[in-house]
């Protein structure tokens, strides 16, 4: 298991995918140099369900950053085990906000990717009932 989400964090920072339709305008932070700062972090709940069944993974998602710094899209990437952990990790995901990137003189929104790893040793990590479908 832990090789397993070893893959995915090294994938994570190998790669990221735009996720506009119209990506003219979406930049890959490898593209402009900077690595978007994460000043507000949005920890996702651990199911209570998985917990209960000892479950743990990985997930890791692709995300556009707006102009202002706040997250306005997000897309499941890869996750293991599939589909356990995809919303709560959307939803912390969507929740996150980063220091704007400025490319060329002005702010820009840029595709990133971010992994989030769930572990029953994770204590920061808060648990929670009910998840949305």
Same mark, same amino acid.
């Not at 572990?119 to 949305?132: A, I």
């Given at each position: ?20 339709? =119209? ?19 949005? *920890? ?7 917990? *209960? $069944? ?13 102009? =202002? ?5 997000? *897309?499941?990437?890869?996750? $293991?085990?599939? $589909? ?19 490319? $060329? ?15 029953? =040793? ?9 998840? *949305?479908?």
């Amino acid at each position: 298991m832990r090789k397993t989400i070893f893959i995915l964090l090294a994938i994570s920072m190998a790669s990221c995918v735009a996720l506009a339709e =119209d990506s003219c305008d979406v930049f890959d932070y490898l593209q402009i140099g900077q690595i978007p700062q994460m000043i507000v972090s949005a *920890k996702p709940c651990y199911p209570d369900s998985a917990y *209960k $069944e000892r479950v743990e993974g990985a997930v890791l998602v692709d995300i556009i950053i707006g102009e =202002d710094g706040k997250v306005i899209s997000a *897309k499941v990437a890869d996750s $293991e085990p599939p $589909e356990i952990f995809d919303n709560v990790a959307l939803e912390a995901a969507l929740n996150c906000v980063f220091s704007p990137i400025i490319y $060329e003189g002005k702010p820009v929104k840029v595709a990133y990717r971010i992994p989030f790893v769930f572990g029953r =040793d994770r204590y920061d990590l808060k648990r929670c009932s009910k998840v *949305k479908k």
